[in-house]
Structures are given as structure tokens and as C-alpha cells.
């Protein structure tokens, strides 16, 4: 149980176009998903915490008209790369929150999508 | 501020050799701390964790005990196998919130 999956896994865009990640729970309901950034050899990096049908907390330095985060059910959260350039070129990675552990922190985390900006 | 720290990789070892991987956090107040793994082509899976100071956490032969003297988290396994290796993740959660504070993570590659 518990699975999470992330479409598509790899993605390669032309500079200036948008990208979007989704990132569905299988078999749980999440009401918080999180989505991460990680550069190579350094650590995921919180980006933006999504709550269902609520409008995503963005870590400071995070770009909110940039990285745009929709959150539209209790199974799925899409984050929307706009206007990407080579920059944004990264390993994104979402995880969700299992709906009713009351007091848990464990997150389930997708195999996470690599996005190439060319 | 919360960060954490975790020894650079590789890690090479030989099957059934013993492996400990360091980490060590700076939090305000009382974190949680995990340690999390990922598996070539897989998302990371929650290993083991801690809530509290002098907790251990254990599971598959993996072991960490919570050091509040010392602020850290070692990763510990007596023997370790060929499907051991993975990139391993040290984390903590601060104190009543939601959010995962990650080190770098340590590659792990063992050898038969």
C-alpha cells in the first residue's frame, strides 16, 4: 500500500514552454502532498507544501507564478513548471501525506520526474 | 535554522561487512529524525525513525539511535548484503510540522 506515482518520468522542453508533473496516490488519500526539487549530489529541497483545495505554502526563494501547484483532489497534485528555462533543468519529486494519521509526519514519495530544459 | 548533514559517498563495502553512515542536525527544539532509502528507480521509503532522544529506530537489520548530546543520527548495520545498496537519506522533521528537512544522502554500493 501507500504508492505513489509521478507522470511522465522523464520530460525534455524547448526553453519557454510549460511542463506540468503530476502526482497521483494509488491507494490512499493524501490531503497534503509535497513537492521537491534535487540538484545533483545535493538534497531534496522542499519546494511547496499542497493541501486539497486549498492554495500551495511555497518556501521562501521558491517562485509561486513560476512553479504553479494544483492540488484538485484528495489522489492528485500537479505542479505546472511556466515558461521553463535550462535553469529549471532538475529532478522534481512529490510526496504524500496519508489522510487521517493523526500525529504521523511519514511521507510516501514518487519515483520522481527528471525534466531537461534545452 | 534546521539543517542536516550526512557523510559524503560513496560507501563501498563488501557483503557482509559492517556499515555505519554519519549524520548529524542542527534543529531548534525537539525534531524528528529518519532516515530514508532509495532504491535504483524507486521513490524513497521511510527506513526507520525517531521521535525522541534516546529512541532507536530499527528495521530490516538497519538500526539509529537518537543522540541529543550529539546531535545525531548514525546509520548502523552489522552486515550488510548486495541488495543493501541504494542512496540513503538522513532527514528530520521539526518540531509540530509537517515538513522533511534532508541531508544529501550517501550512496551505498555493495559488493559480493
Known amino acids: 500500500g501507500a504508492v505513489v506515482s509521478q507522470h511522465p518520468s522523464r520530460v525534455i522542453c524547448k526553453s519557454g514552454t510549460s511542463v506540468k508533473i503530476e502526482c497521483r496516490s494509488l491507494d490512499f488519500q493524501a490531503t497534503t502532498m509535497f513537492w521537491y526539487r534535487q540538484f545533483p549530489k545535493k538534497s531534496l529541497m522542499l519546494m511547496a507544501t499542497s493541501n486539497e483545495g486549498s492554495k500551495a505554502t511555497y518556501e521562501q526563494g521558491v517562485e509561486k507564478d513560476k512553479f504553479l501547484i494544483n492540488h484538485a483532489s484528495l489522489t492528485l497534485s500537479t505542479l505546472t513548471v511556466t515558461s521553463a528555462h535550462p535553469e529549471d533543468s532538475s529532478f522534481y519529486i512529490c510526496?504524500?501525506?496519508?489522510?487521517?494519521?493523526?500525529?504521523?509526519?511519514?511521507?510516501?514519495f514518487g519515483p520522481g520526474t527528471r525534466l531537461t530544459v534545452l | 535554522g534546521n539543517s542536516v548533514t550526512q557523510m559524503e559517498g560513496p560507501v563501498t563495502l563488501s557483503e557482509e561487512a559492517f556499515l555505519t553512515i554519519n549524520c548529524t542536525y542542527t534543529?531548534?527544539?525537539?525534531?524528528?529524525l529518519f532516515w530514508y532509502v532509495q532504491y535504483p528507480g524507486e521513490g524513497l521509503q521511510l527506513l526507520l525513525k525517531?521521535?525522541?532522544?534516546?529512541d532507536k529506530g530499527s528495521n530490516k537489520g538497519f538500526e539509529a539511535t537518537y543522540r541529543k548530546e550529539t546531535t545525531s543520527f548514525h546509520l548502523e548495520k552489522g552486515s550488510v548484503q548486495v541488495s543493501d545498496s541504494a542512496v540513503y537519506f538522513c532527514a528530520l522533521s521539526p518540531y509540530n510540522t509537517d515538513k522533511l528537512i534532508f541531508g544529501t544522502g550517501t550512496r551505498l554500493q555493495v559488493f559480493p
Open positions: 534543529a531548534t527544539g525537539y525534531p524528528s
Open positions: 510526496s504524500a501525506r496519508v489522510k487521517g494519521l493523526a500525529g504521523g509526519v511519514e511521507q510516501f
Open positions: 525517531a521521535t525522541k532522544a534516546d
